[in-house]
């Protein structure tokens, strides 16, 4: 089995986070704290560290957008899953755009949980089905305006350009591989290559770019 991930879970509900945290222990995680209010969640991740912080939208104290803002501020590196009731497209947006790497409703089965924990780790957006079209869509419709090719901006191969159009819809990894026809060490070098020739640093910053230039289409 891999390394399992540090994480840290933020509910107020009590019994719905010991479960998630007994959930993510049975699968081999590392679960370094839990907390049931924001700013003593913020508190804690600074000195817990953890890779991944499972947050709830909805705390007694603060909104799970600010808790993610508190969070990036002492982890610049940490990733953000939210795990809330709510659907509701601004909730995911404001989530996103705080600097969440990944949204999931609670109705989400287990396994997908687990699987979106494994994927926040290594950076890619992930989305409960039907969200990631939500947020394409929310991105396109605030975007100034369609981007205009800048004549200084660095110059992406067509292949380049295939895989970041397919990061752009939310797909793994693996699915691109598989799409293209490609190995999954192919991707993640055309990836790699494409994050350090437009000067970005994850795969959330590298889907922001492509959708503010309609490339999700």
Same mark, same amino acid.
Request: glycine share 8%; aromatic share 4%; hydrophobic share 45%.
């Given at each position: ?9 933020? =509910? =107020? ?7 998630? /945290? ?20 913020? *508190? ?10 499972? !947050?709830d ?5 603060? $909104? @799970?957008?600010?808790? +993610? *803002? @508190? ?11 939210? %795990? $809330?009731?709510? @659907?509701?497209p ?7 755009? /705080? ?8 109705? /989400?089965a ?19 089905? #039907?969200l990631? #079209? ?29 895989? !970041?159009? %397919?990061?752009?819809? @939310?797909? $793994?990894? &693996?699915? +691109?591989a598989?799409?293209? #026809?490609? $190995?999954? *060490? ?9 994050? #350090? &020739? !437009? ?6 910053? !590298?889907?922001?770019?492509? +959708?503010? *230039?309609?490339?999700? =289409?």
């Open positions: 089995m891999s390394t399992g991930v540090r994480v840290m879970v933020v =509910d =107020d509900h009590p019994m719905w986070r010991e479960g998630v /945290a007994r959930d993510l222990t049975e699968a081999g995680h590392l679960v370094v704290a839990t907390s049931g209010e924001g700013r003593q969640a913020v *508190r804690v991740a600074a000195a817990a560290r953890p890779a991944v912080v499972v !947050l939208l909805q705390l007694p104290d603060i $909104s @799970g957008v600010e808790v +993610i *803002r @508190g969070l990036r501020a002492v982890l610049p590196e940490v990733r953000v899953l939210m %795990l $809330s009731a709510s @659907g509701e601004q909730s995911v947006l404001d989530a996103v755009k /705080a600097g969440a790497t990944g949204y999931l409703v609670k109705s /989400a287990p396994a997908e949980f687990l699987d979106a924990v494994r994927r926040t780790a290594a950076g890619e957006p992930v989305f409960t089905p #039907g990631a #079209g939500l947020v394409l869509g929310e991105y396109r419709r605030l975007a100034v305006g369609p981007a205009t090719p800048d004549a200084a901006a660095p110059r992406l191969t067509e292949r380049e350009t295939e895989v !970041l159009r %397919l990061v752009a819809k @939310g797909m $793994s990894y &693996k699915q +691109i598989e799409r293209l #026809g490609l $190995s999954h *060490r192919t991707v993640q070098n055309h990836v790699q290559n494409t994050l #350090g &020739k !437009l000067q970005l640093h994850n795969r959330v910053e !590298l889907t922001r770019y492509a +959708i503010e *230039r309609g490339l999700d =289409d």
